[in-house]
């Protein structure tokens, strides 16, 4: 079975500092893995994926995340957050040959000015 | 871009009652989602159907079922609300296939039952 660990219900960075949220998976074959976030009172977005290839993986709004397999982990990072990135975040994961993703607990963040 | 609409924003319903939740989405994909929302729960897959008329339990089915008549709609039912299902409800489609295909997500539905 696969399951997906978010460190930190809630982070709280000052604006213009680094954005580090941490997730780390555990499933039995390849996974596919993938950052959404959520803006208050709307559905959630993808903001990237990873799923084969390059392991460092580029996705929109300034926001990147490595895949490493050695340590089952697929953090995010913006290396200078915005008053806008104040949101939730959802790490999550599937197998390469599933459609039923598995999600994280969340993380919401909070910038402060 | 791909759409996933959800009939209702909010919803208030008394305890018993029988829900629906309806959710359509226009880019013709195969997958689409249910699941509910609670704080510091992430999203549990509740049902999943894969085609039309076709439909799998996620991890949370207990207390509610699905239809799926056409392609574009899919429908939660609450048969007998209860005050444990109180939730913020999501939608979300996806194409089928081995490639990674990212999953769409509706506005979500905040549903109360009192």
């Known amino acids: 079975a696969q399951s997906v660990t978010q460190l930190g219900s809630h982070v709280s960075v000052s604006e213009g500092a680094l954005v580090l949220l941490r997730c780390n998976y555990s499933?039995?074959?390849?996974?596919?893995l993938f950052w959404y976030v959520q803006y208050p009172n709307q559905g959630l977005q993808l903001l990237l994926k990873y799923t084969t290839g390059a392991t460092l993986v580029k996705g929109i709004n300034g926001f990147e995340a490595e895949f490493k397999k050695s340590e089952t982990s697929f953090h995010l990072t913006k290396p200078s957050a915005h008053m806008s990135d104040a949101a939730e975040y959802f790490c999550a994961v599937t197998q390469a040959a599933g459609n039923k993703l598995t999600f994280g607990g969340g993380t919401r963040v909070l910038v402060k000015p | 871009d791909v759409k996933v609409t959800q009939s209702s924003r909010y919803l208030v319903k008394r305890t018993g009652e029988k829900v629906f939740l309806e959710c359509v989405q226009d880019m013709d994909h195969e997958n689409m989602f249910w699941y509910r929302q609670d704080p510091g729960l992430g999203l549990r897959l509740i049902y999943f159907?894969?085609?039309?008329?076709?439909?799998e339990k996620g991890d949370i089915p207990e207390g509610y079922s699905v239809s799926r008549e056409k392609k574009e709609r899919f429908s939660l039912i609450l048969e007998s609300a209860s005050t444990n299902q109180t939730s913020m409800y999501l939608c979300?489609?996806?194409?089928?296939?081995?490639?990674?295909?990212?999953?769409?997500f509706g506005p979500g539905t905040r549903l109360t039952v009192t």
């Open positions: 499933s039995s074959v390849p996974p596919y």
């Open positions: 159907s894969y085609d039309v008329k076709m439909k």
């Open positions: 979300a489609s996806s194409l089928s296939g081995t490639s990674g295909y990212e999953q769409y």
